[in-house]
Every structure is written in structure tokens, then in C-alpha cells.
């Protein structure tokens, strides 16, 4: 979709919407008081919408993956965004940007490794100077714009992504899908468009533990595509590349710093390690709103850690001893060196490094 298509109300409306063959799933819709979330926490047992009327429970939903995935969350606090400024010109009328502040970083604060959230909040805070009166209509048009855009960039990306396939078997990791984004995903939006275009034999996906985003919700999220797709424990990616018949591991993003080291699900650098020693190639699929400048190398994108709970397995029911101490670093980062392509709705990079990223984002 080209940028004077945005202001095309009903061509932003289908986008949103999704529903279309191929691309049937999405994460939360916005309905002018409130923000529904798809609850990932229950897939693939419940589908079940939660509604919420805060930015509060906007910031609770992104902290306890209600709803999760970088671009999906980042596109939540746009949405976050527009339910603070309502209760902020509620309260204090004329005098709302100061109201709001304390939501905005609560907003911001709510997971700490993802690009797109501090990215979306500046996004509509960027909007707050040129605005008289209730802002609440002009923010609900930004953020709807912000997550028309998305989606918008995915189906680019997957054009990019599935042209470079060769149609052999691909892996990817977690749930970089519709449900990580506005809808049609980064990485799974390359298996969308490559799967349609006959590039791809088979699409394999780790469990990824210890939250089960692949075993959960790439599964569920394909299969309601009719994508057929194969589970593989995430021990098992070693022994299925040395087969041969995946020559690409496909992923998505959290967060690129300058210099292309790319933070994302935990397991990933471990698969790119992998890629190399077999010769199959790594891919990483991630719009520009995922990639940070002002993080120099990969050494400064803060990992998240979160509860050992996770592990002590209540989802799985695995019993760990309760005296066993748990680390559970969520994500990773995968050295520029490792990536062979790196996908966005800008163009693509072969061995992305400073200049090529500078380039690609317009020196920004
Ligand atoms: O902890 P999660 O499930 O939010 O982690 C998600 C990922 O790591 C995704 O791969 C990344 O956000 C890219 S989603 C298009």
C-alpha cells in the first residue's frame, strides 16, 4: 500500500480488518472507546478477546503477553496512547500532555527489549504539538495509520522475502506471524507469500520454550491459513539442518541496532550459529520500526529476563525442584556477521553493516 492509499478509509479498514484468504488472523482490533486483544496467553486452547478501556491495562496486557510480538506490541500502546489521552483531556481538559506523561512511561516501560514500543509512543507523541482541542480523534487516526502501516510493510517484506527462496524447506523461530504484528507478520509473512508463490516445500517450527510461541501460536496461526507446518523440539533444529533440506532459517525482530546485531527470541543466535555451520541461510524479516540507531552494537539492547516461573513449567506441567534456581533471559542477540539477509519494506540487505542499514533507512 502506498502512502497517499492511507488516506483511503475503506482500503485501511479491509487492511486491518485481515480475513482475506491467506491471511485470516489478527491480534487486536480497536473499537473507538476500547482495545480488544486476542488473549495469546490462552491460543491455541481458547479464542478468547479481552476488552480494554485503560492504558493501565494496555501496559498490564503488553507486561503479561496478552499480547506480544514487537510490532504487535508497539502498535498496543498506540492504541494505549489514544485511551490516556482520553481520560488525560477528561480530567484535566487543555492541560492533558501533562496529564498523560505518567501513562506514556508506563506505556514505554511495560517490556523493555522491543524497538517498536518506545518507537510507536514517540510516534504519537511526535503528533500531541499540533493538536487544539480533545485530541482523542486525531490520536485514534495516527494509531490507526500507525497499524495500517504495519501490516502494510509486512505484505512488502513478504514479496522481498519470498522472491530470494529457492523452494526448499525453511525453519523459523517463535512467532514472529499476523499475531506478532498489525497482521500477516514479518518472518511468517515470507512464508505467507513464499508458500503462495510455490517457494517453500515445508515449513518447520521449533517449540520455542520455554512460553511455547511456536508450538502455541505459529502452529494455530498457519494451520487457520491452511499453511501446513511441521513442529520440531528446538533440540532438534541441530540434527534437521545437518539433513540438508532446510537451506532457510527465517526470523524476525525485536530490535537492530547500527551496527545489524539483531535482538530477538531467545534460541535465535543458536539457530544463526547453526545456519552458518551448514550452509543454509539466515534471514531476518523486521520493518524499520524495529531497528534502533541510537544502540550502537548489539552489547547494548537491554535483555529482558523474566519470571523462573515460566520454566518451572505451569503451561507444561513439567515439575522442576523448587530448590533449582532459574535464569530466563527472553531473548537473544545474533551478530550482524551471522545475518545473510536482512528484509524490510524499505528493500533488502545482503550481510547487513553501518552503511548498508544507514542507507536503507535514509540516514536516519
Ligand atoms: O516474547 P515475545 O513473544 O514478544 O517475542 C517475540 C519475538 O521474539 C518475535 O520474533 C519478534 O518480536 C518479532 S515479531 C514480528
Known amino acids: 500500500m502506498m502512502q497517499n492509499e492511507f488516506r483511503n478509509h475503506a482500503a485501511v479498514t479491509a487492511l486491518i480488518r485481515g480475513g482475506e484468504p491467506g491471511d ?20 491455541p486452547a481458547e479464542v478468547r478477546w479481552i476488552s480494554l478501556t485503560t492504558a493501565g491495562q494496555v501496559a498490564q496486557a503488553i507486561r503479561d503477553m496478552a499480547v506480544r510480538g514487537a510490532p504487535a506490541i508497539g502498535i498496543a500502546a498506540a492504541y494505549g496512547v489514544v485511551l490516556a489521552a482520553r481520560q488525560a483531556w477528561g480530567e484535566a481538559g487543555k492541560d492533558w500532555r501533562r496529564a498523560i506523561e505518567p501513562e506514556l512511561t508506563r506505556l514505554c516501560a511495560a517490556r523493555p527489549t522491543a524497538a517498536n514500543l518506545h518507537w510507536a509512543v514517540q510516534r504519537m507523541q511526535q503528533q500531541f504539538g499540533t493538536m487544539d482541542g480533545d485530541p482523542v480523534a486525531a490520536l485514534s487516526a ?8 504495519d501490516i502494510a510493510a509486512n505484505r512488502r517484506m513478504g514479496e522481498l522475502g519470498a522472491a530470494l527462496l529457492d523452494g526448499s524447506d525453511v525453519l523459523t523461530h517463535c512467532n514472529a506471524g499476523s499475531l506478532a504484528t498489525g497482521g500477516y507478520g514479518t518472518a511468517l509473512g515470507v512464508v505467507r507469500s513464499g508458500h503462495v508463490a510455490g ?16 508450538a502455541r501460536l505459529t502452529t494455530w496461526e498457519l494451520i487457520q491459513d491452511g499453511i501446513p507446518v511441521t513442529l520440531i523440539a528446538d533440540s532438534a533444529a541441530a540434527s534437521l539442518l545437518r539433513e540438508g533440506c532446510v537451506r532457510w532459517i527465517i526470523v524476525g525482530a525485536d530490535r537492530i541496532a547500527a551496527n545489524g546485531d539483531v535482538a530477538n527470541k531467545i534460541g535465535t543466535y543458536g539457530l544463526a550459529v547453526l545456519a552458518r555451520h551448514h550452509g543454509a541461510k539466515f534471514m531476518v ?4 520500526s524495529t531497528f534502533d540507531l541510537s544502540t550502537d552494537t548489539g552489547a547494548g539492547i537491554p535483555i529482558e529476563e523474566r519470571n523462573g516461573d515460566e520454566l518451572r513449567g505451569s503451561n507444561a506441567k513439567i515439575q522442576v525442584p523448587e ?18 539477509f536482512l528484509v524490510t519494506e524499505n528493500g533488502v540487505l545482503k550481510a547487513p553493516d553501518r552503511a548498508g542499514i544507514r542507507g536503507l533507512l535514509g540516514g536516519a
Open 142 to 149: 495516527s494509531a490507526t495509520q500507525i497499524h495500517a502501516e
Open 285 to 288: 524479516v523486521a520493518p524499520v
Open 199 to 214: 517457494r517453500i516445500s515445508n515449513v518447520y517450527i521449533g517449540e520455542t520454550r520455554p512460553w511455547l510461541q511456536g
Open 24 to 43: 485470516s488472523v489478527r491480534p487486536l482490533r480497536w473499537r473507538a472507546d476500547a482495545l480488544e486483544l486476542l488473549d495469546q496467553r490462552l491460543l
Open 323 to 340: 530448590a533449582a534456581q532459574i535464569r530466563n533471559p527472553v531473548f537473544d542477540v545474533t551478530p550482524a556477521e551471522l545475518v545473510d
